[in-house]
């Protein structure tokens, strides 16, 4: 594992990022990656993923992200088996260092993309019912400190009522996450729930996941057809239909191929965010790279 200084000076040198010289921008459609695709990513005691997902990045070519935030966050040391009293320490822990840390660690973290010739777009901070107010606030600060445009968030309709003002108070976009659950009017799965977050405030926009979207039966070519203009970034995945599992690229229900040529066709500045979630045989790396090529010879 190399430390961020040397990773640093590899990334100045030239030698560690050979991959990143292939266009980003593919038939005109901005490709990057969810970072959670990377959470088999080996974690020492003590360090963040930077260095690592940096790396990763490098070596599947990729130079835009939408980092997910557990990955700079501290590791949590309750298992399964704590008791009520250790798990709410956990969380007090976890609220204050979200609070307390300074902006310079997040800003050094900005520069450390930066220096590997990266961006971070969006940070995947997703507000929980048991946030306080100081939480959601300082995740606005927290985006901006990392240079992220925007904040996506898997989160609830109850919860962006509370939402909605602060991102006014920092003029910052909100991209809702959906999931498939559909029984739930609170949850976000459905064109209605998106409607609704976007009433809340002109802040709030939809960070559409092609693949839950899919699975909870609905047709993401024609939303974004008629939606575009409040869609900020895309995971795209491929699910079955019928609440059906993560499958490989091009073995599910989900149109990956027609999402990424509608993109291409009608030049829509929204990003496509690459996410890997199915079980696959190789590597993290090696993973990403796949739905990499296939999102490649999906805009050919």
Request: some cysteine; aromatic content about 8%; glycine content about 8%.
């Amino acid at each position: 594992m190399l430390t961020r200084r040397e990773f640093g000076a590899l990334t100045l040198s030239g030698l560690a990022l050979p991959a990143l010289t292939r266009a980003q921008v593919v038939s005109g459609v901005r490709l990057g990656v969810q970072t959670y695709s990377f959470r088999g990513l080996q974690r020492e005691p003590g360090r963040d993923l930077v260095d690592s997902i940096i790396a990763a990045m490098a070596a599947c070519g990729l130079t835009d992200c939408e980092l997910w935030a557990p990955q700079i966050e501290p590791v949590s040391t309750t298992g399964r088996g704590a008791s009520a009293d250790e798990r709410r320490q956990a969380r007090e822990a976890l609220r204050a260092w979200r609070v307390e840390t300074a902006l310079d660690h997040f800003q050094a973290i900005r520069r450390t993309f930066a220096d590997a010739g990266m961006t971070i777009n969006a940070y995947n901070y997703s507000f929980g019912s048991d946030f306080s107010d100081e939480e959601i606030d300082r995740g606005f600060q927290i985006a901006r400190a990392l240079g992220a445009e925007i904040i996506t968030a898997s989160t609830t309709l109850e919860v962006s009522e509370r939402v909605a003002p602060v991102a006014g108070k920092h003029g910052m976009a909100v991209a809702v996450h959906n999931h498939s659950n559909t029984s739930d009017p609170n949850e976000f799965a459905t064109p209605e729930s998106f409607a609704a977050a976007m009433r809340l405030s002109p802040q709030f926009k939809v960070n559409l996941d092609i693949g839950h979207f899919t699975a909870a039966n609905y047709d993401a070519v024609a939303w974004l057809r008629e939606h575009h203009e409040g869609v900020t970034n895309l995971h795209i995945k491929d699910r079955r239909r019928d609440q059906g599992a993560n499958v490989p690229w091009g073995t599910g229900d989900t149109p990956i191929r027609e999402v990424l040529q509608l993109l291409k066709a009608e030049g829509w500045p929204i990003r496509a965010h690459l996410e890997y979630e199915h079980r696959g045989e190789g590597t993290p790396v090696q993973e990403v790279t796949k739905c990499l090529e296939y999102a490649r010879a999906a805009l050919a």
